[in-house]
Each structure stands twice: as structure tokens, then as C-alpha cells.
């Protein structure tokens, strides 16, 4: 869990007051000790390294450069420059993936953290099988992404399937989602909120360093359990949150097994396009089209458009994200 | 203690070198043969399913017992899979010495001068005994880069089960108007769609621009069709559609990957002969075959189209080789008697006489079907252009945004044209 282990940077930073005596060592030691084993540490790292410069960034400087140009595997690359960038501006299919992933970021990110911190809430109380019902809410997040679930996920939404019936007995007679063009996208949207275990997990470690102290305080002066969570709950855990957003909407914008799996029909994306995700259509585009190009083009349009979105969200991230380091 | 720790990293610099050795051995070159007396080695892939697989096994392994002196190294995959494997490995100049080739595909690859032309090999291989509609099949520009090996055309595959309840007779010939009417009847009187909405293929529009003597590319591989023959066409799709002729599409998409006539929402559809055998895997009606409505009866426009091809890599070291085995899988009978109808009905007159006995019944009515309208496919069928399976897939996408609604008929036809238009560039 990548998510996991690198919430650890903003935890500590905001909510470990008194963290101090795991940092203190016996300092000359360990100095020197970190000196003569330079060269072993990079050693052991080796296999990191060699991976990130091979496997990441060359391949990312390879692409950057296919992006300006016309390849097609076979014939050697031909410089187009700005080319493939105006084209895809044109390009109506294009525009319809960017709209796709953008509704589909909007909608699934912010759902997907309110159902992860309502649960986690939820779970935060200590009762019996607590450890129970914490597995199994974050299961989902473990076998989610599987090829077989995002099957099951269709089977579910077809017609006269579970879905269906049950909106049927409540009085809403829906038929089937999966053909339906103006609701497959829900699907899928459906299929990421429930996984919502990783956030989950790191609201649960950010509620349980919020001081008691301060909710004792807060009865004392009379205040109601929507008053305690807008003025301490939410407050204090706003660097967890702050990190669940970043991480979850960067993950939204990258999210392509479950569209590949339950809609892809007649082309990538059905039915009628609802389901074109961005990282479909490049894949149709580079691996079925084999426009490499336009395909490594479109990876870095998506990459600054992700980083644009992350710069936005740490701009604004000063005017309520609140870190309780004691330096104010 | 010092010891142990210094044996442990020089273990640790073995290890590392054995690593690195291993990478750069995996890098060179697998072909470890030459002139060296060992047996020569010919890398043959090709696309298909285990059950493929297996009964390639056993063609292998009489073409090696004949020809003690090569060794064959099957690969084989998914279709998909197979063209991005075969485009990544040909990017990095290792194409298979024997692939099998698409005719979708063939004129791409020919194109980038990957392909042996096997008529100038030092061993051609023969043609003569193939049908007449798969002789030049490989040809490209004068080069033969490739070989038929099995042919399919097209057809009406049908219900008679759901057009006797409507009460409906099924022709030897009919127009477009008549199965029109027909398929509109089926679906009022049996609660059945009468077809699968036809207008959604690429390949039926161009034999239906055929049969009124046009044609949907030029020899050069330009768009020789115009956007109005194209929403004349796909009008007919949308008015059918109207009347209740097609099934939803809402179900079409949900039924998916099992297509329209093995879920049972459709009583007939035009499409490729051969498709009757998935839709009999299925589906457990009973389907039949018939000729396709024209608008001209003395031609059906439909030509002999091949099924799967055979070609060889222009770099190959064992031109010779490479040939003999193209031969083999496509003239020997004994190959014929061990696919039957796997590959599709066999191109040589051999194999096909050799696979008859081995046909299940889908596949005999396929080549009855054929026999009885073998006057209609003597034409070779013209090699489509580079993108055409781009056109192809666009085709059905932006029909399906139609029979969606969400887009009128001439904003598709000039879609299908633009994007087209890109594609062929």
C-alpha cells in the first residue's frame, strides 16, 4: 500500500507533537556509521536506481520526444513538432475523453473521501470486533481492481440483475446501467467509491491523534456532536485530507482497468462513449492505432494536466489546510 | 566475523555479475543456428486459441518428421495481442521467420518491405491448386507477400425457426426493400428483433455500394464513396430501426461479448459465413444459411475474402525453409485433416477435400453455402488499403452513437469521413 506508507511525511508533520524521542539517537554514532555506509546504502539502492533511470524516466524522455513526432513502430520517427498537440484540440474524440474523466474525477474523488471518512468515524469509536470491521470495509480496496470484480460489477448493473431488482422492489424500475449511455459512467463510479479502505485507513490513524483534550473542552462549553466535527474534527484533520484529495484525484485521473473491463463493447469506452476514460482512448490510440505520437502526446498533456490540478490543490491547500506544528 | 562479511559481498559481486550476464545473454540473438550441420530454426507464430494450438502441435510435428533438417519454434496468441506483440517485435527488427497475416494487415506490413515476396523465393510456393477466388489473394503491388490458407464470404445467417412463427419465407434472392419489409414483420409478429442492425458494418456497406456498381476505395486506397451514399445507407438503418426491425441497443451493449445472434435478440443478421460457428457455440437455435439481399440479383457483390494468410519475414535467414513451410500448411492435405474447420474452410482444393470428413455441421452448411454461390465468387477481392481497421472500428462506434440518438445521420457520415480520411492518410 503506496498510499499508506507515504501518508507518513504529512502525518508526522501535522499531528506528532510528541514524536521526539524516536529521533533523538546517540548522534556520533550514528553520524559516522551513515558516513562509511554511503556507498553500501547506494549499492542496496542499486536496484531502485537502475529501474527509476531504465524503466521511468528513460522511457518518459523517449516519449517526450515521440510526442513531436509521427511514429507508427515501424518507420522511423518523423518530427512534426507542435503537431500532435493542435491535432488533438480537433480531435472530437479527444475532447469527449477529456470530459468523460473530468465528470468522472469530479464525481468519484469527493464521494469516495466522504464515504471514507464517514466510515472511518464510524470505526474510530472503540466497540468489540473492531478489527473485523475494519478488514472487512478496506477488503473491497484489496481485490477491487481485479480484473474478475469489475466482471462481477457488470453482471451486477445488467438487466433483471441485483441492481435492478432491488431499485425494482423500492419502486424504481431502472432496467439495466450497462447499455444505457447516461448511466454507465455511474458504474464505474459506483465500483471506485467502494473502495474506499485506503483513505479509510489513514482518516482512522489521522482521528486517532486528534487530542481527546479538545473534544472534552468543547463539551464543556456545550457543544453538539456537528459543531465538535466542524471546528475540530474537520480542522485538525485537514493534512490528512488535504493528502487523500491529492492522492485520490491524481488516482482518478489514471483509472482504466475498470472502464477497459466493464464497457469496452463496440471500441473502447462504450456504450456511445459515456466510458471513454483518457488513459482508454491513449491506449486505443498508441496500441490499437499504433499512432505512438499522438499516444505519447496525449501521456503529456495528461501528465501537466495532473500536475496543474495538484499545483491548484496546494495553492489553495494554505487557506485550509491547518498544521498544528506548534510553530504559530 | 570479518570473514563472513567479506565472503558475503564478494557472494553478493557474484550474484550481481551472474545478473548482468544473464540480462545481456537474454539481449543477443536466440538463432543459434547457421551452417554449423545443426538443423535450421524457423520461428512460426501465429493468433488462435489452445485448441489451435494443439492441432498446430501436430502439423509441426509431421512437417519436421518430412524435414529432418528444420526445427520449428511455435509462438502463438490472441488475435489483439498477436498484432501488438508482432508490431513491437518487428519495431525491433524480430519479426518471426513465418507469421500469419491478416488481409486487413497485409498491405501495412507489405508496405514496410517486412514481407518475403514468396514467388521470387528461392522455393515459390504454389497457388494452382487454391480456389480461383484465393489465388492472387496475397498479392500486393505484383509481390506475393502472402498466401491464403482458408476463405470465408458473406451472408445471411438466419433463424428459420423465427421467420416460419412470423410466417415469413426466406427467398433464394430478395432486395434490401423486401428483407427490409421482412425483418420488420419478424420482429412484429414474434416479439423478436428481425436482424441485427446491418448498417453497423463496414463491409456490408461496401458490398452494398457493389452491388450498385460504386466501390468504397479506390485502387490507390482513397475513400471513393461519398458522405450521401453513406447517409442513404445508414438512413435505412435509422428507419428500420423505427419500426422496431433492430434490437435495443441498450441490449446490444449489455449483451456484449456474446454478440446479438447468440443472445437470442435477433431472428437473422448479414455478416461473414463463418461467424454461424460462434453463433451455434452460443446460442442453441438452429441457423441457416442464405444469400444476401441485393439491390441487383444477378450480383450478390460479395467476393471469396481470405480468411487467414500466410506470409514470411523479408529478413529471414531461411528463405527456402520459410517457403516449404507456407507450402505445407497450405497445400498439404494432411494439414487440411487435422484443422478441419478450425482455421476456417481450407483455400487448396487438397485440404478441403482432406477436411470435409473432419467439418462439424455448422461448418459443412458454411461450405454448402459457399458451393451454392461459387459462380458469384470467382473475383479476388481487392486488398483494402492501410487503416482500414481503424475506418473499420470507427464505422461501428459512431453507428452505435446513432442508434444511441445522439447524433444525426449526416453529422455520422461526416464523422466517419473525417476521422477515415485521417486515418488512410
Known amino acids: 500500500m503506496t498510499a499508506g506508507t507515504s501518508a507518513g511525511p504529512a502525518l508526522s508533520r501535522g499531528l506528532r507533537p510528541s514524536a521526539g524521542p524516536q529521533q533523538a539517537g546517540p548522534g556520533g554514532r550514528t553520524r559516522k556509521s551513515l558516513r562509511t555506509d554511503g556507498p553500501a546504502g547506494y549499492f542496496f539502492l542499486s536496484p531502485w536506481i537502475l529501474g527509476m533511470l531504465l524503466l521511468t524516466l528513460g522511457p518518459m524522455l523517449a516519449s517526450l520526444y515521440l510526442s513531436f513526432t509521427d511514429y507508427n513502430l515501424f518507420t522511423a520517427p518523423e518530427w512534426v513538432g507542435l503537431q500532435n498537440y493542435v491535432d488533438m484540440f480537433a480531435d472530437q474524440r479527444w475532447r469527449q475523453s477529456v470530459l468523460v474523466t473530468l465528470t468522472y474525477v469530479v464525481i468519484s474523488a469527493p464521494l469516495k473521501l466522504a464515504v471514507a471518512l464517514a466510515v472511518a468515524m464510524l470505526l474510530a469509536r472503540p466497540r468489540r470486533s473492531q478489527g473485523f470491521y475494519r478488514s472487512a470495509f478496506y477488503a473491497p480496496s484489496l481485490i477491487g481492481a481485479s480484473v474478475s470484480i469489475a466482471i462481477t460489477w457488470r453482471a451486477l448493473f445488467s438487466d433483471d440483475a441485483a441492481v435492478d431488482r432491488v431499485l425494482t422492489a423500492l419502486g424504481f424500475p431502472s432496467g439495466g446501467w450497462v447499455g444505457d449511455p447516461s448511466r454507465a459512467l455511474m458504474i464505474l463510479v459506483l465500483l471506485a467509491v467502494w473502495q474506499f479502505g485506503a483513505p479509510m485507513v489513514i482518516f482512522l490513524a489521522g482521528l486517532k491523534q486528534i487530542p481527546r483534550e479538545l473534544y472534552e473542552a468543547a463539551e464543556c462549553d456545550g457543544a453538539g456532536p456537528w459543531r465538535k466535527f466542524w471546528s475540530i474534527t474537520l480542522p485538525t484533520l485537514s493534512p490528512v485530507i488535504f493528502f487523500n484529495v491529492l492522492m485520490e484525484t491524481i488516482g482518478a485521473f489514471q483509472a482504466f482497468t475498470s472502464a477497459f473491463v466493464v464497457s469496452s463493447g463496440n471500441g473502447l469506452g462504450g456504450p456511445a462513449g459515456s466510458t471513454l476514460f483518457y488513459t482508454l482512448y491513449l491506449y486505443e490510440r498508441g496500441f490499437q492505432d499504433f499512432r505512438m505520437g499522438y499516444a505519447s502526446a496525449m501521456a503529456w498533456m495528461l501528465l501537466l494536466a495532473v500536475g496543474l490540478v495538484t499545483a491548484v490543490l496546494f495553492r489553495t491547500s494554505r487557506s485550509w489546510v491547518f498544521y498544528n506544528d506548534g510553530s504559530s | 566475523m570479518l570473514n563472513g562479511e567479506r565472503h558475503r559481498s564478494r557472494l553478493l559481486a557474484a550474484l550481481a555479475c551472474a545478473a548482468v550476464l544473464l540480462l545481456t545473454a537474454c539481449g543477443g540473438s536466440g538463432g543459434g543456428d547457421g551452417g554449423d550441420g545443426g538443423p535450421v530454426e524457423l520461428r512460426y507464430s501465429w493468433w488462435g486459441n489452445a485448441d489451435r494450438a494443439a492441432l498446430m502441435q501436430q502439423a509441426i510435428a509431421i512437417f519436421e518428421a518430412d524435414h529432418p533438417d528444420i526445427k520449428i519454434t511455435p509462438n502463438f496468441s490472441d488475435f489483439a495481442e498477436y498484432w501488438q506483440k508482432l508490431n513491437t517485435e518487428s519495431a525491433g527488427g524480430g519479426t518471426p521467420d513465418v507469421l500469419q497475416m491478416d488481409f486487413s494487415y497485409l498491405r501495412e506490413y507489405g508496405d514496410r518491405g517486412l514481407l518475403l515476396d514468396l514467388d521470387k523465393s528461392e522455393n515459390p510456393v504454389p497457388v494452382n491448386d487454391l480456389l480461383p477466388g484465393l489465388q492472387q489473394a496475397g498479392v500486393v503491388d505484383g509481390q506475393r507477400f502472402a498466401v491464403a490458407l482458408s476463405g470465408?464470404?458473406?451472408?445471411?445467417?438466419?433463424?428459420?425457426?423465427?421467420?416460419?412463427?412470423?410466417?415469413?419465407?426466406?427467398?433464394?434472392?430478395?432486395?434490401?426493400?423486401?428483407?427490409?419489409?421482412?425483418?420488420?414483420?419478424?420482429?412484429?409478429?414474434?416479439?423478436?428483433?428481425?436482424?441485427?442492425?446491418?448498417?453497423?458494418?463496414?463491409?456490408?456497406?461496401?458490398?452494398?455500394?457493389?452491388?450498385?456498381?460504386?466501390?468504397?476505395?479506390?485502387?490507390?486506397?482513397?475513400?471513393?464513396?461519398?458522405?450521401?451514399?453513406?447517409?442513404?445507407?445508414?438512413?435505412?438503418?435509422?428507419?428500420?430501426?423505427?419500426?422496431?426491425?433492430?434490437?435495443?441497443?441498450?441490449?446490444?451493449?449489455?449483451?456484449?461479448?456474446?454478440?446479438?445472434?447468440g443472445a437470442d435478440l435477433a431472428a437473422s443478421t448479414v455478416n461473414l459465413d463463418s461467424m454461424v460457428t460462434r453463433y451455434a457455440g452460443e446460442s442453441d437455435r438452429e441457423f441457416a444459411l442464405g444469400a444476401l439481399p441485393s439491390s441487383n440479383p444477378a450480383d450478390l457483390g460479395i467476393r471469396l475474402r481470405p480468411g487467414i494468410l500466410l506470409s514470411a519475414f523479408s529478413g529471414t535467414d531461411h528463405p527456402r525453409q520459410a517457403a516449404q513451410l507456407i507450402d505445407f500448411m497450405v497445400n498439404d492435405p494432411r494439414v487440411g485433416e487435422i484443422f478441419g474447420g478450425n482455421r476456417g474452410l481450407p483455400a487448396s482444393n487438397a485440404q478441403r477435400a482432406a477436411a470435409t470428413p473432419k467439418l462439424s455441421a455448422t461448418d459443412a452448411a458454411v461450405a454448402e453455402y459457399e458451393k451454392t454461390i461459387a459462380q458469384q465468387l470467382t473475383v479476388p477481392s481487392a486488398l483494402p488499403p492501410a487503416g482500414v481497421g481503424t475506418a473499420d472500428s470507427a464505422f461501428l462506434r459512431i453507428n452505435e452513437e446513432m442508434a444511441y440518438g445522439r447524433i444525426s445521420v449526416q453529422d455520422a457520415a461526416a464523422q466517419w469521413f473525417s476521422e477515415t480520411e485521417a486515418a488512410l492518410r
Do not use: C, H
Not at chain 2, 409478429?189 to 450498385?212: K, N, P
Open chain 2, 152 to 261: 470465408n464470404t458473406w451472408g445471411l445467417i438466419y433463424d428459420p425457426a423465427a421467420f416460419q412463427t412470423a410466417g415469413v419465407s426466406v427467398p433464394e434472392r430478395w432486395t434490401w426493400e423486401e428483407y427490409g419489409a421482412a425483418i420488420t414483420k419478424v420482429a412484429q409478429t414474434s416479439g423478436m428483433a428481425g436482424a441485427w442492425d446491418y448498417t453497423s458494418i463496414m463491409g456490408v456497406f461496401e458490398i452494398w455500394l457493389r452491388q450498385q456498381g460504386k466501390a468504397l476505395f479506390t485502387e490507390d486506397g482513397r475513400i471513393e464513396a461519398t458522405p450521401a451514399d453513406l447517409e442513404r445507407f445508414w438512413q435505412q438503418g435509422v428507419d428500420l430501426r423505427a419500426a422496431g426491425a433492430f434490437p435495443p441497443q441498450d441490449k446490444v451493449a449489455q449483451a456484449l461479448p456474446v454478440t446479438v445472434m
